[in-house]
């Protein structure tokens, strides 16, 4: 949680993937404003399709 932090205070913009084994930090992950989370292990389809949508931001 707190290298989102330090990534959001350094660009608010910066597209962030969340992964954990806790599915409980999926809304925290929402609040900060990350671009995907996604509960591990991530399938490699998710992981595209995550990092797309990091892309497609920047």
Partial sequence: ???VIA???ADRDTPVIWLSDDE????QSYRLGC???H???I????L???LHKCR???
């Fill in 56 to 58: 497609c931001m920047a």
């Fill in 43 to 46: 399938p490699l389809e998710k």
């Fill in 39 to 41: 509960k591990k292990p």
């Fill in 7 to 9: 990534a959001k205070n």
């Fill in 35 to 37: 671009t995907y989370f």
């Fill in 24 to 27: 409980g930090f999926g809304a």
């Fill in 48 to 50: 595209k399709e995550a």
């Fill in 1 to 3: 949680m707190e290298g």
